[in-house]
């Protein structure tokens, strides 16, 4: 029940949501005592009775209306106080999760995903407690005043109540189960699929630009659009029927009223007595309708909130990444693949079929081979971007499965193909990865990462702020300024991702020479397009369809005749073409 199930987020604030919903219904009970006091004041002035007990009845009524406002208020308040506290512990137990997510996690997700799931949906919980909860407690307590009405007052008026009360009830149910009652979670899906596609969208805005393409170009956008559409047009067509007729009954009270008390007056012995009854449905008609009316909202809201808290807990409660292993990082940074096999989540073709290789501590080994054949992957499972399907991953002799991953990411540094700056000055963008670093290992990495020249560019020099006032940097020199970065951050495995592709000759020239002062007495690992950057590594495993076909120095491989010398030979006969 999802009651139970987002009160377990709230700790020790369940029972102010328990006490609200009793506070709740009290009100909703309270409610119907001023109906009784003013169906009595007619009766006794019908009757010609003392009008000191009009008065009685008259301060019954105001005092009780208060009571029920004063209940009601206090309910909502306790509500809010437990909703805001399970939103609060939602939010920063789904954050918390995503902060100790491997990076696979949101190559898996976007953005625009992982904020909608956690952001809306933690809202939509919220909301629920506040409001909805209460009020649907205190629709609990109408079927109990009908049948008091019915046993006090005439059973013949309860009954023509009962009539249009059973067909609204009966239309809920079409509304709301069946097939529909999957549709919430399907409306949700596609929204969230919409907002996705929608953030992606934005960002391929330049390249609509430049290619002159239309929304069309983004099929994947156009069609989740056209999918919610025909969802909510298909529901809003199956709720057409129940729904007017819903509304129909709600507004219907008096008519069936009216027309058993017709009947009810030609027969009756004592015809003010009927009438009497009648002014009592007539005033509790209202009611009815408004808590039937609430009825069918808060059923829509639990619904809504059931699915938001499902939606959480598929990150709070996502299993695949638990966290177990140990904060000692091996002295020893030897890595070792041991028949390692691996296939994206979601795909059934391995993209890394039966690896094994080993790179000592301190060598420097790269991976080459053609485009699509499993280079980045291989880098990704030594960072535990994603966990290996089968076969072992060893550093130091002890498996990565049983390092924590802020530990590995401590002992790795990482510099892909095209590093991310973030919103901030140059100098926390360098020493992000060891903020407490003395200002001469600054110094010493720019002048490795030859970024002197990047900052002296700069207004404020390395306290410029990147991103703000057209500071920006091209491609190549925040791969220097992450060169910075990894110098900074000292760690005993390097890893670059085609660190220097896109870059131009200069950039090259002088990343090269960073990645070669950097990687001094550290396990570096390379990937590379461009030969020339990996003649030098002690050891070069060339890659093919996942497979490793052939390892060893440069000399070895071009000796050998093989797949490494065919390339190698195409890589010289395109460079002498350039020059
Ligand atoms: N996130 C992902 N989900 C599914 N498949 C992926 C994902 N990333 C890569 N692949 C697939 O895995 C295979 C290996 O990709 P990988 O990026 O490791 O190759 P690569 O050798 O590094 O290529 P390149 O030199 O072009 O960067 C490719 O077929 C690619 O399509």
């Given amino acids: 029940m ?19 919903c009793v506070l709740s219904i009290l009100s909703a009970a309270i409610s119907i005592v001023p109906l009784v006091c003013i169906y009595q004041i007619i009766r006794l002035y019908v009757e010609n009775l003392s009008t000191k007990s009009i008065m009685h009845y008259g301060e019954i009524a105001v005092i009780s209306s208060v009571l029920g406002i004063a209940l009601y208020f206090v309910a909502l308040s306790l509500a809010h106080i437990s909703a ?60 109990l005043i009908i049948v008091i009405s019915f046993f006090f007052f005439d059973w013949r008026l309860g009954a023509a109540c009962f009539i249009p009360l059973i067909i609204s009830v009966i239309c809920i149910k079409m509304m709301m189960g069946g097939e529909n009652k999957f549709m919430m979670g399907k409306i949700m899906t596609l929204q969230e699929q919409m907002n996705k596609e929608a953030v992606e969208y934005v960002r391929g805005i330049p390249i609509i630009k430049v290619f002159q393409q239309t929304v069309f170009s983004f099929k994947k956008f156009h069609n989740t659009i056209m999918s919610y559409r025909d969802l909510v047009t298909g529901y809003a067509k199956a709720c057409r029927m129940p729904k007017t007729i819903f509304g129909v009954m709600l507004n219907s009270f008096f008519v069936f009223l009216i027309a058993v008390a017709v009947v009810l007056f030609n027969s009756a012995s004592d015809p003010i007595a009927v009438f009497l009854d009648l002014i009592f449905f007539i005033l509790l008609s209202p009611l009815i309708s408004t808590t039937m009316m609430r009825l069918m909202m808060t059923g829509e809201n639990l619904i ?71 280079k980045s992957t291989i880098l990704s499972l ?4 994603f966990k290996a399907n089968s076969g072992t991953i060893t550093i130091g002799s002890k498996n990565i499965n049983e390092i924590r991953n802020s530990e590995l990411m401590k002992n790795i540094s990482f510099v892909f193909q095209d590093s991310k700056l973030f919103n901030g000055t140059l100098l926390e963008n360098i020493r992000v990865g060891n903020p407490d670093v003395p200002l001469e290992k600054i110094d010493e990495a720019i002048k490795i990462a030859q970024c002197q020249s990047i900052i002296d560019k700069l207004p404020n020099g390395i306290n410029s702020i990147y991103g703000s006032k057209g500071i920006f940097l091209s491609g190549g020199e925040r791969q220097r300024i992450a060169l910075a970065r990894a110098f900074v951050k000292d760690s005993p495995i390097i890893v670059f991702d085609e660190a220097t592709s896109g870059c131009d000759a200069e950039n090259e020239f002088y990343i090269n020479k960073a990645i070669t002062e950097i990687s001094k007495n550290k396990t570096v690992i390379l990937v590379a397009h461009r030969l020339n950057t990996v003649i030098d590594a002690d050891k070069i495993i060339v890659m093919e369809k996942g497979k490793i076909v052939e390892q060893g120095t440069h000399n070895d491989l071009v000796e050998n005749n093989g797949a490494y010398a065919n390339m190698w030979k195409q890589y010289q006969s395109a460079s002498d073409w350039r020059l």
């Fill in 304 to 374: 809504q909130a059931k699915e938001a808290l499902n939606r959480i807990e598929t990150i709070i409660c996502d299993d695949s990444y638990i966290e177990n292993g140990s904060d000692e990082f091996p002295e020893n940074t030897e890595i070792v693949f041991s028949d390692v096999c691996f296939s994206y989540p979601e795909q059934e073709k391995n993209v890394i079929e039966h690896v094994s290789f080993e790179i000592s501590k301190n060598q420097k080994v790269a991976f080459v081979g053609l485009s699509g054949s499993g």
């Fill in 84 to 143: 805001f506290r399970v939103a609060k512990n939602l939010k920063s137990q789904a954050i918390n999760k995503v902060i100790d997510m491997p990076l696979g996690f949101f190559e898996m997700r976007s953005t625009g995903e992982i904020r909608k799931i956690i952001d809306e949906n933690t809202i939509l919980t919220e909301d629920f407690l506040a409001h909805k909860l209460p009020d649907f407690a205190a629709t609990a307590i109408m079927p």
């Fill in 382 to 385: 030594i960072g535990k971007f």
């Fill in 2 to 20: 999802i009651n139970s199930g987002l009160l377990k987020y709230s700790g020790k604030y369940k029972y102010l949501t328990v006490l609200s």
